[in-house]
């Protein structure tokens, strides 16, 4: 029998070797001692996603991006378009950013608040300003939901996807998409096949939690909408007996890397959410690659 891979399926080493060496993660303001403990875990130039959270200010985001590019790293500013109370606001952090950190990552989502605080309804109205060029941004970052949002039917999400994809290749811009964390490889392999089908072909980062306590990874899949409480303890390999313990996501990542078709998915790699702390997801990865051999 014949121990060939198919020629439509990367060799399961091979795919996780890219997938893990090619991750990036994200931080908040907050944690910028964190990254200078973790930066020298990190490859040169991996991509360090800066939140946009409401308990934090912009100068302490700029400040956040401006410690991921003094460590070798790439930032990448989110930007909440409902966040921002006006154009005006936005045009002073991305101006701020491009003096102070040079930035040419972004990533722009809606954000969480049910009624925007400004003028921008949702990402496709911050990239229609057309701001994002002009202040350096080269590529641009977009939301991806494998496993959809609890409060947005899967059509919206999907035309919403669409339009941004579009929007933003007709401005000039390089396009990636970020996936909302998941616990399950089936459903993100279906909506890569979908988002390919639809003739979407952005590379694709795939996000997953970073090791965190089981109630923390609980906590978060219900409040994300994504998962079940049963997919959380059977891909983390942890039982109702060690709610106190803390889980990897060795599981969904070997499942990701062993049913990876470069030919259905397209390009893809990890994006990690450290739910248990920006340097000891940073230190987690750095002992699976070694284990792994990649």
């Known amino acids: ?92 952090f991305l101006d701020a950013l491009a003096a102070d950190v040079g930035i040419q990552d972004a990533f722009v989502i809606a954000g969480d608040p049910p009624r925007p605080e400004g003028p921008f309804q949702d990402a496709l109205a911050i990239i229609k300003t057309g701001l994002l060029a002009k202040y350096g941004v080269r590529h641009v970052g977009i939301s991806g939901y494998p496993e959809g949002h609890p409060d947005i039917p899967a059509e919206t999400l999907w035309q919403a996807l669409h339009d941004k994809h579009a929007a933003l290749r007709d401005l000039g811009h390089e396009v990636s998409i970020m996936t909302q964390f998941g616990f399950d490889a089936e459903p993100i392999f279906r909506w890569l096949e979908s988002l390919r089908e639809r003739g979407v072909d ?25 998962g079940s409480s049963v997919k959380v303890m059977s891909k983390y390999g942890a039982s109702l007996t060690r709610l106190l313990g803390t889980a990897g996501p060795d599981s969904i990542i070997t499942e990701i890397a062993a049913g990876l078709s470069p030919e259905a998915h397209g390009e893809v790699a990890l994006h990690f959410y450290p739910f248990g702390g920006l340097t000891k997801t940073a230190e987690w990865i750095s002992d699976f690659q070694k284990q792994q051999g990649v």
């Open 1 to 92: 029998m014949s121990t060939t891979t198919p020629p439509d399926r990367v060799d399961p080493q091979a795919a996780l070797r890219r997938l893990v060496r090619g991750y990036s993660l994200e931080m908040t303001a907050k944690d910028v001692e964190q990254l200078e403990a973790a930066a020298h875990l990190m490859p040169a130039g991996a991509h360090v996603s800066v939140t946009f959270l409401p308990n934090e200010d912009f100068p302490g985001r700029v400040r956040a991006a401006a410690a991921v590019r003094r460590a070798g790293l790439t930032p990448v500013p989110h930007i909440s378009a409902r966040r921002l109370k006006s154009q005006a606001e936005l045009e002073a």
């Open 202 to 226: 952005a590379p694709v980062r795939i996000g997953v939690a970073g090791p965190a306590s089981v109630k923390t990874l609980l906590r978060f899949a219900a409040r994300c909408g994504v």
